[in-house]
T-cell receptor, first 113, second 114 residues
Framework: QQPVQSPQAVILREGEDAVINCSSS?????VHWYRQKHGEAPVFLMI?????EQKGHDKISASFNEKKQQSSLYLTASQLSYSGTYFC??????????????FGQGTILTVHP | NAGVMQNPRHLVRRRGQEARLRCSPM?????VYWYRQLPEEGLKFMVY????????ESGMPKERFSAEFPKEGPSILRIQQVVRGDSAAYFC????????????FGQGTRLTVV
């Protein structure tokens, strides 16, 4: 079953912050975050593993709440280059689900000068 | 270190023809995943392969679609007797291990059926 992302779209001015959420109804093994610009391939941002850890690089970080089966992506001091569609991909625990990613519907982020 | 390579980047086929999409994973990666993306939509899982084996094909349509990842050479996604509804971007991703690890995407093949 597809994870649910919220919000569906976000509009920011440069320098503002944003949070994108990803929720699953199934037990999760890991959560992967990608950004895709129009007409391009999804670009890997980070992976969060079971254990509730938080990861980040530069001004983009993420958390994973295993109990709630949720992950959040935090973008601080947004830059124009952050514009794109953000997808979370979830890896479910058990069986043949292990390894494959099920993606949310995406969150469109637009950053204006 | 070359990334995931897909070819062709663009493919135009007439209804009823066959489409062959190729994916060469990153060096050292033996796990390949195919996803389909319709315009303005998300990525839908199709099939997961490891060298010479299909691990999970739960997202593949039962008819006309097949995938392979031979011991030598790229992974191939084959669509027989294409229809207009097959028009989409097909992305391939690869990873070094099964699960719990980063997967990197290729640039995709944009299939247009006319």
């Amino acid at each position: 079953q597809q994870p649910v992302q919220s919000p569906q779209a976000v509009i920011l001015r440069e320098g503002e912050d944003a949070v994108i959420n990803c929720s699953s109804s199934k037990a999760l093994y890991s959560v992967h975050w990608y950004r895709q610009k129009h007409g391009e391939a999804p670009v890997f941002l980070m992976i969060l593993l079971k254990g509730g850890e938080q990861k980040g690089h530069d001004k983009i970080s993420a958390s994973f709440n295993e109990k709630k089966q949720q992950s959040s992506l935090y973008l601080t001091a947004s830059q124009l280059s952050y514009s794109g569609t953000y997808f979370c991909g979830t890896e479910n625990a058990g069986g043949t689900s292990y390894g494959k990613l099920t993606f949310g519907q995406g969150t469109i982020l637009t950053v204006h000068p | 270190n070359a990334g995931v390579m897909q070819n062709p980047r663009h493919l135009v086929r007439r209804r009823g023809q066959e489409a062959r999409l190729r994916c060469s994973p990153m060096k050292g990666h033996s796990h390949v995943y195919w996803y389909r993306q319709l315009p303005e939509e998300g990525l839908k899982f199709m099939v997961y392969l490891q060298k010479e084996n299909i691990i999970d094909e739960s997202g593949m349509p039962k008819e006309r679609f097949s995938a392979e990842f031979p011991k030598e050479g790229p992974s191939i996604l084959r669509i027989q007797q294409v229809v207009r509804g097959d028009s989409a971007a097909y992305f391939c991703a690869s990873s070094p291990n099964r699960g719990n690890t980063e997967a990197f995407f290729g640039q995709g093949t944009r299939l247009t059926v006319v």
